[in-house]
């Protein structure tokens, strides 16, 4: 690479983070940064668990976010010194370095101006995610169990936190559904792109005939409810069922009827969870997905009355999602970006960043369009 282009690289690198640092708002976040350390220090802090909590985690967060912007800007810094070191002592060596830098610069500064478009009202929660089998028999069920490996792979990576609430086996193989949490800032913003239809194209391994099967498995992304989301739920709107835990289960797990299903009446949406030992643990947690399915619901229902004073007749952007080809050949292909890699083994294995990455870029996009 010549030198005048690496420069011309920096220059750009450095005007990317220039923005970014705008739009987040560095003076912001130092001054919410200090009004938390002083919340953390306060003596009563833990005589409210569930405040104590959220005031950590959003330390936390700020905490990280200031480390890493501050962290780019000193290493686009310091990549500029060294190209002006290496360009006056002719020294490749030293130039090499700032290559190799410059590349990893790139990567990451993408990755923060990604977040910087997740500007959602629910974009900075946790993400609940739900994974059902659809089409496609027991292939889907297997399907719906690679997707299950694929997110929380993801989220291994990351090193974020998972909370499965609930999992439904499938007699054969694999499962008919799982719900579980993303613990993580900004889970549901970066997720909420995965919703949708996807579908698998391979050679069946359950098939003894060893003919392609096409299977389908559906995503659902939704955001996780906080204390101030005010969704009551009256007593008399719901129904609560026990019954016994089924499927892998330790000391307690599958010999009591602490498995918890609620429906609730008036919208007819079922939730249960049946991961935790105890049946008050399990109810907490089934009211949580069923709060945040409502909160969900209550979100759709306001975009589609605004969607519908704009004349936009509303979006399906999420029901067109991703095709995994094993067989003819090999690739996953995302149907509304174009992005695709050759690798789909990587991508069971939780290598999905570039595919989140181009979908949400793809929808600040689409969402700019309409405006």
């Given at each position: 690479m ?14 990317t ?13 130092r ?6 350390n002083?919340?953390?220090?306060a ?11 959220a005031?950590?985690?959003r ?10 912007v ?9 990549a ?26 790139q ?9 910087t ?18 089409a ?14 694929m ?8 090193h ?7 999992t ?21 913003g ?7 239809t ?15 099967q ?19 739920i ?19 797990v ?22 935790e030992k ?9 009211m ?10 209550r ?30 050949y090999?690739?996953?292909k ?30 600040k ?7």
């Amino acid at each position: 690479m010549a030198a005048q282009d690496l420069s011309e690289e920096l220059k750009a690198l450095d005007t990317t983070l220039a923005s970014v640092e705008t739009v987040l708002d560095l003076d912001r976040l130092r001054k919410e940064l200090a009004d938390l350390n002083d919340a953390a220090a306060a003596p009563d802090l833990w005589d409210d668990q569930e405040k104590a909590q959220a005031v950590t985690s959003r330390l936390s967060f700020v905490q990280g976010e200031l480390n890493r912007v501050e962290g780019l800007r000193r290493r686009v810094d310091d990549a500029g010194v060294l190209l002006e070191l290496a360009d006056a002592e002719a020294d490749a060596g030293v130039r090499d370095e700032v290559v190799a830098e410059v590349a990893s610069l790139q990567k990451a500064i993408d990755e923060l101006e990604v977040r910087t478009l997740l500007s959602g009202e629910y974009d900075q929660r946790h993400a609940l995610m739900t994974i059902r089998a659809e089409a496609g028999g027991v292939d889907a069920a297997d399907f719906a169990e690679q997707l299950m490996r694929m997110y929380l792979r993801w989220a291994e990576r990351h090193h974020y936190g998972v909370e499965v609430y609930d999992t439904s086996y499938a007699e054969e193989a694999g499962i008919k559904s799982v719900t579980f949490a993303i613990q993580a800032p900004y889970a549901y913003g970066t997720l909420s792109v995965e919703q949708g239809t996807h579908r698998l194209v391979r050679i069946s391994p359950f098939d003894n005939q060893g003919r392609r099967q096409t299977s389908f498995a559906g995503v659902e992304v939704l955001p996780v409810v906080e204390q101030d989301d005010h969704v009551e739920i009256p007593e008399n709107e719901i129904r609560v069922d026990v019954f016994r835990s089924s499927g892998p289960g330790g000391q307690s797990v599958n010999t009591t009827d602490s498995a918890v299903r609620i429906t609730h009446l008036p919208t007819g949406i079922v939730v249960s969870c049946q991961n935790e030992k105890s049946q008050i643990q399990n109810r907490a947690a089934a009211m949580r997905v069923l709060q945040s399915r409502l909160l969900e619901q209550r979100r759709r229902e306001q975009k589609a009355e605004m969607d519908a004073l704009k004349g936009d007749g509303g979006n399906s952007w999420g029901n067109q999602m991703r095709s995994y080809v094993i067989h003819p050949y090999q690739m996953v292909k995302d149907l509304r970006t174009e992005y695709e890699v050759g690798n789909p083994q990587g991508v069971f294995d939780g290598d999905i960043d570039g595919f989140i990455e181009a979908g949400i870029r793809w929808r600040k996009q689409t969402e700019t369009s309409r405006a």
